[in-house]
């Protein structure tokens, strides 16, 4: 039996090191969010998940958001590849900013860093 996600549980981000505040959420409400609007494409897109057959035409437009030339061959064309970076990829793509286009996680680390 799997188990299904509690949509109730909200994520704890360390807000001082995204807007500057003392550490405590803001206000939520969508003007607040004005500093992260990729999270509005994310929240969109909630429920996209891998086929059991065949491949989801969502999560490999994420992966083709992507630089072919970091990934291995075919790892961008189905949904059988990793594609949590992908999709941050996407999302920040999607709002106009520019992430690492790398399907690997780890390119992550020192994105924003300057």
């Given at each position: 039996?799997?188990?299904?996600?509690?949509w109730s549980i909200k994520p704890r981000l360390n807000y001082s090191?995204?807007?500057g505040s003392s550490?405590?959420?803001p206000d939520l409400s969508p003007s607040s969010l004005d500093f992260c609007p990729w999270m509005d494409?994310?929240?969109?897109?909630?429920?996209?998940?891998?086929?059991k057959n065949g491949s989801n035409p969502k999560v490999v437009e994420y992966l083709q958001s992507c630089d072919a030339r970091f990934a291995s061959s075919g790892a961008l064309?189905?949904?059988?590849s990793d594609w949590c970076s992908a999709f941050?990829?996407?999302?920040?793509?999607?709002?106009?900013?520019?992430g690492t286009k790398h399907p690997r996680a780890r390119s992550?680390?020192?994105?924003g860093m300057g």
């Open positions: 039996m799997s188990r299904q996600p509690n090191l995204v807007s550490g405590l959420p494409v994310a929240m969109q897109e909630i429920g996209t998940r891998e086929f064309e189905n949904d059988e941050v990829s996407w999302c920040l793509q999607q709002s106009d900013i520019a992550w680390i020192r994105w």
